[in-house]
């Protein structure tokens, strides 16, 4: 019995440095999106606007800050907030990424709150990555494209959960930003979408 008491002890004590180890990894990940989309499937080279608009309801209720981007769990399952690399909302760093993608297709972003002859306006209503052994990434994302006085023109929306093989920080956020690239990318090769920003010129 008294072998098995000091098996037991010695095991503990064998496990806390890996504990405290995966909680010191666990606390201020940071998340880098504003290069997340490389490339789009579609051209353009007209004027257009481009809004991210964070509906998520623990932001609207203030319960997390707008750069809260997920959680990173330590060796208890314990949870620590991901934030953005930039400081920046969420928001902001999702229309830097769009923005920056768009342009290399050949649109002119126009100034935020800008008139343009289309605006493209996604809607965040959920993104919270959630990592320890395994990343998930839950969404809920909804694309409009509206003309110059404001009329829809075409939607497209998105919802569920990815689940990717989980890392330590540089790898969970590589894989996050993928995943924002892919679920962007599917929503704007929406047939309706697609073609309401191709005849924006």
Same mark, same amino acid.
């Given at each position: 019995m008294?072998?098995?008491?000091?098996?037991?002890?010695?095991?503990?004590?064998?496990?806390?440095?890996?504990?405290?180890?995966?909680?010191?990894?666990?606390?201020?990940?940071?998340?880098?999106?504003? #290069?997340?989309i490389?490339?789009?499937?579609?051209?353009?080279?007209?004027?257009?606007?481009?809004?991210?608009?964070?509906?998520?309801p623990?932001?609207?209720?203030?319960?997390?800050?707008?750069?809260?981007?997920?959680?990173?769990?330590?060796?208890?399952?314990?949870?620590?907030?991901?934030?953005?690399?930039?400081?920046?909302?969420?928001?902001?760093?999702?229309?830097?990424?769009?923005?920056?993608?768009?342009?290399?297709?050949?649109?002119?972003?126009?100034?935020?709150?800008?008139?343009?002859?289309?605006?493209?306006?996604?809607?965040?209503?959920?993104?919270?990555?959630?990592?320890?052994m395994?990343?998930?990434?839950?969404?809920?994302?909804?694309?409009?494209?509206?003309? #110059?006085? #404001?009329?829809?023109l075409?939607?497209?929306?998105?919802?569920?959960?990815?689940?990717?093989? #989980?890392?330590?920080?540089?790898?969970?956020?590589?894989?996050?930003?993928?995943?924002?690239?892919?679920?962007f990318?599917?929503?704007?090769?929406?047939?309706?979408?697609?073609?309401?920003?191709?005849?924006?010129?």
């Open positions: 008294h072998r098995i008491d000091r098996l037991v002890r010695q095991l503990k004590l064998c496990s806390l440095p890996v504990l405290l180890v995966l909680a010191g990894c666990a606390v201020g990940n940071r998340y880098d999106y504003r #290069g997340a490389v490339g789009l499937p579609v051209t353009g080279s007209g004027n257009l606007a481009v809004d991210v608009i964070d509906e998520r623990y932001i609207a209720s203030h319960e997390k800050k707008p750069d809260f981007i997920g959680l990173q769990r330590g060796g208890f399952g314990n949870p620590f907030n991901v934030t953005t690399t930039s400081g920046h909302p969420l928001a902001q760093d999702m229309r830097d990424a769009i923005t920056s993608a768009l342009q290399k297709q050949g649109y002119f972003i126009v100034a935020a709150g800008g008139a343009a002859p289309r605006k493209l306006e996604l809607r965040v209503l959920e993104w919270k990555s959630d990592s320890m395994r990343l998930s990434v839950a969404y809920d994302l909804v694309l409009s494209v509206f003309d #110059g006085s #404001g009329a829809l075409a939607k497209s929306a998105t919802k569920g959960s990815d689940v990717q093989g #989980g890392g330590f920080e540089s790898q969970n956020a590589a894989t996050a930003a993928h995943v924002f690239e892919a679920r990318t599917e929503l704007i090769r929406d047939e309706a979408v697609h073609k309401a920003l191709s005849a924006a010129q």
